[in-house]
């Protein structure tokens, strides 16, 4: 009975470090689509409707703030920080509406940043 606890217990453990699973969304498709990156954007801040895809990403984006995409894998960490390249350069407004809702005291955006950029090439 104790190896099944033990065991159980260790899965648990496990499964709290595994990265998020998460369909790809391929920046350099959309980068020119100033419509496609308004609908991901206002998915994102609630102020349109999210495809299923959109959606996976935004029920993470809270959690990835406050542990700097803790449970990030490489390639999600390299998505955020071209992610956030490509809206500071095209729009602006929205990646400061985006801070500002999941991170209003800047207490995170940081150490995301500086965690995210390490992985951009």
């Known amino acids: ?27 350099s498709k959309i980068e020119n689509n ?7 954007m206002d998915c994102v801040l609630d102020k349109g409707t999210c495809s299923d895809l959109y959606n996976s990403y935004k029920v993470h984006i809270d959690e990835s703030f406050k542990t700097a995409c803790g449970k990030c894998t490489p390639e999600q960490k390299q998505f955020v920080s071209q992610f956030f390249k490509l809206y500071r350069k095209v729009l602006p407004q929205d990646i400061e509406e985006l801070i500002n809702k999941y991170d209003p005291e800047r207490k995170y955006i940081d150490d995301l940043l500086a965690e995210v950029d390490k992985y951009n090439v």
């Open 1 to 27: 009975m104790k190896s099944v606890m033990i065991l159980a217990l260790f899965a648990f453990v496990a499964a709290d470090k595994d990265y998020y699973v998460l369909d790809k969304i391929d920046l």
């Open 34 to 40: 100033i419509e496609e990156l308004k609908i991901f």
